[in-house]
């Protein structure tokens, strides 16, 4: 069986094709894009699409003991899970620490 020389360009332009979006695909989810980053002072690589949320707990923070500035922004805590990192941004985080004496002073 002969095929016309069209078909046979098609079929092969059709295999080329979806070859070419299939290694796309996999090399999108292999290979994700690294981005460099600030968080208090310090630089720092994290995958693009990466939320403020997602740094805490790559962190290792408690979200609700935390306060999040971002590009000098103060973020709240409903934003952390919505708000996307990109490329040089900046992050500054601030822990919030309880002490004292345990006593009450005299004036």
Do not use: W
């Amino acid at each position: 069986m002969v095929l016309p020389l069209t078909v046979l360009v098609a079929y092969c332009y059709h295999k080329v094709i979806v070859k070419l979006e299939t290694y796309i695909l996999f090399s999108r989810l292999i290979f994700k894009k690294m981005i460099e980053i600030k968080v208090n002072g310090k630089d720092r690589k994290c995958e693009e699409g990466t939320t403020v949320m997602d740094l805490l707990r790559s962190l290792g923070l408690d979200p609700q003991q935390v306060a999040v500035e971002h590009n000098l922004c103060i973020l709240e805590k409903g934003e952390y899970a919505v708000r996307s990192l990109h490329h040089e941004d900046q992050v500054e985080i601030v822990h919030f620490v309880g002490g004292g004496c345990g006593r009450q002073l005299n004036d």
